[in-house]
C-alpha cells in the first residue's frame, strides 16, 4: 500500500532531530507529501478506481425464478454458490460515468445484478451478524462466456473458465447501506439504448441475509467481500462496440465493450 508509507515517511521526516537537515523546505515537502496521500486514499475509498481490499468475489447463481425459467434450469431449495478472484473486478469510479472494458470470446453474456460489499467478515453467521456486514451495494455485471458454461454444465465440470477472464466482474460506485429499502428499488440494464433487463432485489429467491448466512457456513468471509447476488431474466450476448447503462434509482453509469488483444 503505497499511500500509508507516504504518510510514514512524511512523519519520520518532520521529527527528524537534526537541525542542519529539519529546515523550513524540508518540513514544507513532507507535508506536501502527507497531503498528498491523504488526498489520494480519501479518492481511491469514495471512487474506488481498482483498488480493493478484498479477499474474494462470491457469486450466486439461480436467484431470480424467472431467470433460471429463461434458461431452463431446474429449480433449487438452496443458493448455488461460485468464486471469482479480485484480479478479474473493473469498477466505475464514479456515477455518470463510462468505462472501456475488454470483450473476450465469442459470446459473451451480461447478467445484470445488485452487488453488495461487506463490511464485516465471519465464519457461521447467525441473521443478525449478517444483516450487519451488509456495508454498501452498487449493481453491476457478472459477464459469462454462455456457449464455454453450456458445455462444462453438460459435461458436469465447474463453471471457472466461463466466468473468469479480464472484466468478468464489472462493478459501479458504492453506495452506503443505511438500510434495506434498496431491495425495493428498481434496477434495469440497456444494451445500445434497448432495455434488456429490469428488477428489484425484493424478487429473489434467497435474499442477502440470507445468502450471507449461506456461505458463511461454507467458508469464512472477509471484510471487503463483494457479492453478486444473482441476475433476472433478459440476459444476452454483448458485442464488440456495444454500450450499456446500469441504473437503479437515480444512478447510473456506462459500460462500452472493446475487442480484447
Not at 71 to 80: F, M, R, Y
Not at 130 to 146: K, N, Q
Amino acid at each position: 500500500m503505497l499511500c500509508p508509507h507516504l504518510l510514514i515517511f512524511s512523519t519520520a521526516i518532520v521529527y527528524i532531530k537534526d537541525d542542519n537537515l529539519l529546515n523550513s523546505k524540508i518540513l514544507f515537502y513532507s507535508s506536501l507529501v502527507g497531503l498528498s496521500a491523504f488526498i489520494i486514499l480519501i479518492y481511491l475509498f469514495q471512487h474506488g478506481g481498482g483498488y480493493y481490499h478484498m479477499d474474494k468475489v462470491i457469486c450466486f447463481g439461480k436467484n431470480y425464478q424467472d431467470h433460471m425459467l429463461e434458461l431452463g434450469d431446474a429449480a433449487v431449495d438452496k443458493p448455488v454458490i461460485f468464486l471469482k478472484p479480485p484480479s478479474v473486478v473493473h469498477q466505475c469510479p464514479a456515477w455518470g460515468n463510462n468505462i472501456n472494458v475488454a470483450l473476450t470470446g465469442s459470446e459473451t453474456h451480461f447478467e445484470c445484478e445488485l452487488v453488495i460489499k461487506l463490511c464485516k467478515g465471519g465464519y457461521k453467521l447467525n441473521a443478525e451478524e449478517a444483516l450487519e456486514a451488509i456495508g454498501s451495494y452498487t449493481l453491476g455485471l457478472d459477464m459469462t462466456l454462455r456457449k464455454e458454461q453450456a458445455l462444462l454444465k453438460e459435461n458436469r465440470h465447474p463453471w471457472t473458465t466461463s466466468k473468469v477472464f479480464p472484466d468478468a466482474a464489472i462493478i459501479g460506485p458504492w453506495i452506503n447501506v443505511v438500510n434495506m429499502d434498496f431491495l425495493d428499488t428498481e434496477f434495469t440494464f440497456t444494451l445500445d439504448k434497448l432495455l434488456k433487463q429490469k428488477s428489484c432485489g425484493k424478487n429473489m429467491l434467497f435474499n442477502p441475509v440470507e445468502l450471507i448466512v449461506y456461505a458463511s457456513k461454507h467458508f469464512a468471509l472477509c471484510e471487503g467481500d463483494i457479492l453478486f447476488t444473482g441476475t433476472p431474466s433478459g440476459v444476452g450476448a454483448v458485442k464488440e462496440d456495444s454500450t450499456g447503462v446500469l441504473q437503479i434509482g437515480q444512478y447510473h453509469y456506462g459500460v462500452n465493450w472493446h475487442k480484447s488483444n
